[in-house]
């Protein structure tokens, strides 16, 4: 009994991990990565244009909090802790950030987070351009990192979503202070002005003075209107777009070469079958032993072409599924400058 016991804590203890947070409900049983508890706390903020569809956008938003999930670097806040922790901040006008800088900022202290990344959604000409503001907390002022990419829905799913999340991570020293008196002016600039009006005193009495006909009449001032300074407009981003994906046959080309290969050979083989067959037919009626070394050669012509069209066929489908990549050829992060610092555009 000892030994059995002994037996199950030796292969279980390996398996043990904790998950990133304690109010996930993410359903069956999902192993990841082992997390350290003294990570840095990461929220994620995302908004899509009201244009894309709820599906689409609900997909995404999904594969990016998966992606997220992965790092064992840090420890992720779930959409619902995040909301949560907001409602208890006792800031609820912040529930309906679009996704501004300020707004962002202000969500991450609110919650306490070390980086909060706010994930941008808008549809450019049928494809999805995305970006992650990536804003470290941990320093004052704030630090910012932005990361740009665009592509289809299946682009993102399948490794684009997960390329933009790794810029951000991988490239901590390209992060540029925030100019938090720019933001602050800027959002002043877009409420509307206020206007501060001076009351008119009320109009002394009419005297009436002897012998002049016409009372004096005292004119109300004009009131005082205080005009706010126009700040700079803030530099926009840089935004790169990422180069069109190459084509199926493109990316599987190998693959292909052996396929027409194995396809020319069947048929030679079939060819050189046929032959041998019609003389192995004329030595039925006719023997001829010339003839019959001829058709016995077609024949051995016709086994080796079978044989090298099943070889070439396995080479197609073990270079489709094993060698050839079917992501993008070129696969790389650049960082380039924006408004608030740099940006990272990622490449497929």
């Known amino acids: 009994?000892?030994?059995?016991?002994?037996?199950?804590?030796?292969?279980?203890?390996?398996?043990?991990?904790?998950?990133?947070?304690?109010?996930?409900?993410?359903?069956?049983?999902?192993?990841?990565?082992?997390?350290?508890?003294?990570?840095?706390?990461?929220?994620?903020?995302?908004?899509?244009?009201?244009?894309?569809?709820?599906?689409?956008?609900?997909?995404?938003?999904?594969?990016?909090?998966?992606?997220?999930?992965?790092?064992?670097d840090i420890q992720l806040l779930s959409r619902e802790k995040t909301f949560d922790l907001?409602?208890?901040?006792?800031?609820p006008k912040?529930?309906?950030?679009?996704?501004d800088d300020l707004c962002l900022i202000r969500i991450g202290r609110a919650i306490k987070v070390s980086r909060i990344v706010g994930v941008s959604m808008e549809d450019v000409d049928g494809n999805y351009n995305i970006v992650l503001k990536s804003f470290n907390l941990e320093v004052d002022p704030p630090s910012q990192?932005?990361?740009?990419?665009?592509?289809?829905?299946?682009?993102?799913?399948?490794?684009?979503?997960?390329?933009?999340?790794?810029?951000?991570?991988?490239?901590?020293?390209?992060?540029?202070?925030v100019d938090m008196a720019a933001l602050t002016a800027a959002e002043k600039k877009e409420s509307p002005p206020v206007v501060a009006e001076k009351k008119p005193p009320k109009p002394e009495p009419i005297?009436?003075?002897?012998?002049?006909?016409?009372?004096?009449?005292?004119?109300?001032?004009?009131?005082?209107?205080?005009?706010?300074?126009?700040?700079?407009?803030?530099?926009?981003?840089?935004?790169?777009?990422?180069?069109?994906?190459?084509?199926?046959?493109?990316?599987?080309?190998?693959?292909?070469?052996?396929?027409?290969?194995?396809?020319?050979?069947?048929?030679?083989?079939?060819?050189?079958?046929?032959?041998?067959?019609?003389i192995a037919d004329e030595q039925g009626t006719q023997y001829n032993s010339s003839r019959d070394g001829t058709g016995r050669d077609y024949t051995l012509t016709a086994n080796v072409m079978f044989g090298l069209a099943g070889a070439a066929a396995i080479t197609s489908v073990i270079l489709f599924f094993f060698v050839e990549d079917d992501a993008p050829e070129t696969s790389n992060v650049s960082i380039l400058p924006s408004g608030a610092g740099v940006q990272a555009l990622v490449r497929f």
């Open 86 to 91: 907001l409602g208890k901040s006792g800031k």
């Open 207 to 278: 005297k009436v003075e002897e012998p002049s006909p016409k009372p004096k009449v005292v004119k109300a001032p004009e009131p005082i209107v205080h005009k706010l300074k126009s700040a700079p407009a803030p530099k926009e981003d840089i935004v790169a777009v990422a180069p069109a994906r190459p084509s199926f046959l493109r990316r599987h080309m190998w693959s292909a070469v052996a396929l027409g290969t194995s396809l020319a050979t069947l048929g030679t083989g079939i060819a050189f079958g046929v032959l041998g067959q019609d």
């Open 145 to 177: 990192l932005n990361s740009v990419v665009e592509g289809s829905l299946t682009d993102l799913l399948i490794g684009g979503s997960g390329g933009a999340i790794a810029a951000i991570f991988e490239n901590s020293d390209q992060y540029a202070p």
């Open 94 to 99: 912040l529930q309906e950030c679009k996704g």
């Open 1 to 72: 009994m000892r030994r059995y016991i002994f037996f199950l804590i030796v292969v279980m203890l390996p398996v043990q991990t904790w998950a990133q947070d304690e109010d996930s409900s993410s359903p069956g049983l999902d192993l990841v990565p082992l997390v350290n508890t003294k990570a840095p706390k990461v929220a994620v903020w995302f908004v899509a244009d009201p244009k894309i569809s709820l599906d689409d956008a609900s997909a995404l938003e999904g594969q990016m909090y998966e992606d997220f999930y992965k790092r064992s």
